[in-house]
């Protein structure tokens, strides 16, 4: 899948809300939370089945429905059955009016 370039405030954003997931995802009793030795990859797992588990990036993390997953229980079947599709593709013509104000220093400084 191809890499999206995001801007400064949206990878703050979003890397809070990487972290408040996986805080979650933590708090499970009934799930596991591992990282790849590189730190590129997340694997969520049973705790009582090491052999169920599935590896995951930022955005697969971040597309789990959290509520979803805890009202049916928190399992690893929950959690699985909570990831969203992944949404739409940013249209190339936003990608270049965005690249054009960055590389322009159009943007504001804040």
């Not at 809300?17 to 009793?29: A, F, S, V």
């Not at 705790?47 to 169920?52: A, L």
């Not at 599935?54 to 690893?76: C, H, P, S």
């Not at 909570?82 to 960055?102: C, S």
């Amino acid at each position: 899948m191809a890499k999206r370039w995001v801007g400064v405030r949206e990878s703050d954003q979003r890397a809070i809300e990487l972290h408040l997931r996986l805080l979650e995802l933590e708090k499970m009793p009934l799930i596991e939370v591992q990282f790849s030795d590189d730190r590129k990859s997340i694997f969520v797992g049973d705790k009582n089945n090491k052999r169920m588990y599935r590896e995951f990036g930022v955005d697969g993390i971040l597309r789990i429905d959290m509520q979803a997953a805890k009202k049916n229980g928190g399992t690893y079947r929950a959690v699985m059955d909570a990831v969203r599709p992944p949404g739409g593709r940013v249209p190339q013509v936003a990608v270049d009016e965005a690249v054009h104000e960055f590389l322009s220093g159009d943007q504001d400084a804040s």
